[in-house]
């Protein structure tokens, strides 16, 4: 299954246009992505806040990960302070991957975003957390915060935007998005096998673990007569015919 380090911004010196710093609030985004994130299947590591952005780097590239999200928010140039809007998503110019990640937030993001001709996937020749990390990167600054209208945009819209990111990594790599709703537990009945763990909702998803008869298990979510299961280190999707909640 896809795994993601998240990386929300750790610039806390960065101060919102009223109150509150880009680091409180890409915190508190990071926060409501979380629960998205595994009902839908997708793990995730979380940056140290307490490290810096070649912290971050470093921590991506000791493991092995499919996506490395970054979330901040932008700041005019003193000259422009407080007349900018706008979305953008930073992405690697040499990797058609990062592209089309960039891509997919950024469409998604004009459905929520009130000037959405101002979203737009920007290519990077300077963040390193975009150009320096293993996996496939993308620097999302979402909103200026030191425009009154994106701040108050994005403070009040913190689920909406979670739901939205969650739903375009969802789209990147073609599983289906869950709702967020509350872990649970189950028990595997069968006929005595073990019930497959699959990487696909499908009968035809590949098998990559096994949870055995009478096992308990971790349900993270559910789709389809399918549910988002954690077990042995292993998440999937296991048929919801052969557990009991």
Not at 71 to 80: G, Y
């Amino acid at each position: 299954m896809p795994k993601v380090f998240l990386s929300p911004s750790t610039q806390e010196w960065n101060q919102y246009a009223t109150e509150g710093n880009e680091e409180q609030y890409m915190n508190l985004l990071a926060d409501r992505l979380e629960p998205y994130l595994r009902s839908s299947g997708i793990e995730y590591v979380r940056n140290d806040p307490a490290r810096n952005v070649n912290g971050a780097i470093a921590d991506s590239n000791s493991g092995e990960y499919d996506v490395h999200l970054a979330l901040h928010s932008n700041a005019a140039p003193e000259n422009l302070a407080g007349r900018l809007r706008g979305v953008d998503i930073y992405f690697a110019p040499r990797s058609r991957y990062s592209e089309k990640l960039a891509d997919i937030i950024a469409n998604n993001m004009r459905s929520i975003y009130p000037l959405p001709d101002k979203v737009r996937a920007v290519p990077t020749s300077t963040l390193g957390e975009v150009l320096r990390t293993k996996a496939v990167a993308v620097l999302c600054e979402i909103g200026y915060h030191d425009n009154f209208a994106d701040e108050a945009w994005l403070k009040n819209n913190l689920g909406t935007i979670a739901k939205n990111l969650a739903v375009s990594l969802c789209d990147y790599f073609g599983i289906p998005f869950i709702p967020a709703g509350a872990v649970r537990w189950g028990t595997v009945i069968t006929d005595g096998s073990g019930l497959n763990i699959r990487s696909f909702p499908s009968m035809s998803g590949t098998i990559i673990g096994s949870i055995p008869n009478g096992e308990t298990v971790i349900i993270n979510g559910s789709t389809d007569g399918w549910f988002v299961v954690s077990y042995n280190g292993v998440t999937g999707y296991s048929s919801s015919d052969y557990i009991v909640l």
